[in-house]
């Protein structure tokens, strides 16, 4: 692989993305050369800008907020994981082809399960937000067979329209499952306790701004996530720590998973993502 294979990572706001640099760290342990740019692209620029990129070489493409529905319209061929969260986060072309797959419910899984060592099965698990986000985690988090699952949003029909999309993998359970959809009321949120409680809301994106959670909603919780990666706690994580939780993580090690499981499906190499979960990117 001499020739520069060109990656992007594209989204708004972007300014933030640590993309370029964990997708370095992987090529260099292949001595791969690659070019990777960070893009500030909208909706409406999306198609042209996709459309330039492919047409000049571009092998890969990350997409994070408020792209992931969007970007399934540009693909022609869509993996079953992206087609059942109706969301994709990478795109990349093969055999002449644009494929779109969603790679975030597995990196989170991997990031819960073997770096945080969190058991999913027979948990209850509340979900805030109902956007591209949460609906590229959700199919993933029924695979681990959950007891419960809450979908909270502060469009409550939102919440609702993805319960619906979502339905028929959840009647695929052999298991009884408890799935709910509502707003951010408390009356809804404090309707039971939660093992884990996963922040999807693009909240956290914004500095000092607050979703207005009720303290007792963390009382009890083993797990407070934000799927937002921060050098410094959250918002989200201080009111979580505040409210009793157990424990808080953000999204580094899920972002840095689920960037490990792109970039494998770019060049078909699978590194080692030990160094960056140990040490994260300032």
């Known amino acids: 692989m001499d020739k520069k294979l060109k990656f992007a990572v594209i989204g708004k706001p972007i300014g933030h993305s640590k993309s370029p640099e964990i997708h370095q760290d ?3 342990q292949f ?22 990129f492919f047409k000049d070489g571009g092998k890969g493409v990350s997409i994070t907020l408020p792209l992931k529905e969007a970007a399934l319209n540009y ?23 644009i494929f779109a797959d969603c790679t975030d419910g597995f990196g989170l899984i991997k990031d819960l399960e073997e770096n945080l060592k969190v058991s999913l099965e027979d948990k209850k698990i509340l979900i805030l937000g109902a956007g591209g986000a949460a609906r590229g985690i959700i199919p993933s988090i029924l695979e681990r067979n959950p007891s419960k699952l809450k979908i909270a949003n502060r469009t409550e029909s ?11 993998e959840v009647n695929f359970r052999k298991k009884n499952l408890t799935f709910e959809a509502g707003g951010l009321s408390d009356d809804f949120l404090l309707s039971g306790s939660y093992d884990l409680i996963i922040n999807s809301t693009s909240v956290s994106t914004k500095a000092g701004e607050s979703i207005g959670l009720p303290k007792a ?11 937002f990666y921060s050098v410094e706690n959250t918002v989200f994580m201080q ?3 505040a409210g009793g939780a157990q424990k808080v993580s953000d999204g580094w090690g899920m972002l840095v998973e689920q960037g ?9 190499l699978i590194p080692d993502t030990s160094r960056l979960l140990e040490k994260p990117i300032d």
């Open 26 to 28: 992987f090529a260099n």
């Open 31 to 52: 001595d791969v050369k690659i070019e990777f740019r960070k893009d500030e692209v909208t909706p409406e620029t999306l198609e042209t800008w996709l459309s330039d």
């Open 75 to 97: 693909a022609d061929e869509i993996s079953d994981q992206a087609r059942l969260a109706s969301a994709c986060n990478v795109i990349y072309a093969k055999d002449e082809k």
């Open 158 to 168: 939102k919440a609702f329209s993805l319960k619906k999309d979502l339905g028929i």
């Open 217 to 227: 909603l963390f009382s009890g919780t083993k797990l407070a996530y934000d799927l």
């Open 239 to 241: 009111e979580a720590l």
């Open 260 to 268: 490990a499981e792109s970039f494998r499906l770019w060049t078909n």
